[in-house]
T-cell receptor, first 116, second 112 residues
Framework: DTGVSQNPRHKITKRGQNVTFRCDPI?????LYWYRQTLGQGPEFLTY????????KSRLLSDRFSAERPKGSFSTLEIQRTEQGDSAMYLC??????????????FGPGTRLTVL | QKEVEQNSGPLSVPEGAIASLNCTYS??????FFWYRQYSGKSPELIMS????GDKEDGRFTAQLNKASQYVSLLIRDSQPSDSATYLC????????????FGRGTQLTVWP
């Protein structure tokens, strides 16, 4: 059973460029989450999918951010017109819907974004 | 008031000691509580989950939950240098679908 995978692991971009990150959840997990973490802070929720439906979005997710999960498997997070304030670790997590004891979120290794 | 608050660190304990990490949360409807460990530059790794009042033990780790006091704690017995990391408390509210609310984390150092 492989864990959550994320690509790329690191991304350096110039301000104003667009970037896209990919997350592949644990294979049987139908829920997928995106979080953002900056230095010295805990992860902050961005958005959440159940299967292919995006069920919840944080107010942190400005109109420059968009996330998709077209077939209910992998997900992409795109940031348009990046700003220096977007520099952070972007974390993906997945879980299996069901009882509270199974809806535990497991995190991928993250994508570290640096905007110059 | 923040959703989840953790005791300010950093926390430093000698090898073999008990490390005590604390967390309070604001929403009384919260149902699920998690402790994650995060090494520097790495992603969070689940240590414990707890859903009912009382204690839950797993090896050297014990999670304690008191919903009346809105308080969660993690005890690490026989602390090892390899336990040195940031410990994140996370809470799932009853009113939200799936998101976790995280505290800022407590940095723990276990010195030999």
């Amino acid at each position: 059973d492989t864990g959550v995978s994320q690509n790329p692991r690191h991304k350096i971009t110039k301000r104003g460029q667009n970037v896209t990150f990919r997350c592949d959840p644990i294979s049987e997990h139908n829920r997928l989450y995106w979080y953002r973490q900056t230095l010295g802070q805990g992860p902050e929720f961005l958005t959440y999918f159940q299967n292919e439906a995006q069920l919840e979005k944080s107010r942190l997710l400005s109109d420059r951010f968009s996330a998709e999960r077209p077939k209910g498997s992998f997900s992409t997070l795109e940031i348009q017109r990046t700003e220096q304030g977007d520099s952070a670790m972007y974390l993906c997590a997945s879980s299996l819907e069901g009882q509270a004891t199974t809806d535990t979120q497991y995190f991928g290794p993250g994508t570290r974004l640096t905007v110059l | 008031q923040k959703e989840v608050e953790q005791n300010s660190g950093p926390l430093s304990v000698p090898e073999g000691a008990i490390a005590s990490l604390n967390c309070t949360y604001s929403d009384r409807g919260s149902q699920s509580f998690f402790w994650y460990r995060q090494y520097s530059g790495k992603s969070p790794e689940l240590i414990m989950s707890i859903y009912s009042n009382g204690d839950k033990e797993d090896g050297r780790f014990t999670a304690q939950l008191n919903k009346a006091s809105q308080y969660v704690s993690l005890l690490i017995r026989d602390s090892q240098p390899s336990d040195s990391a940031t410990y994140l408390c996370a809470v799932k509210r009853g009113s939200t679908l799936g998101r976790l609310y995280f505290g800022r984390g407590t940095q723990l150092t276990v010195w030999p």
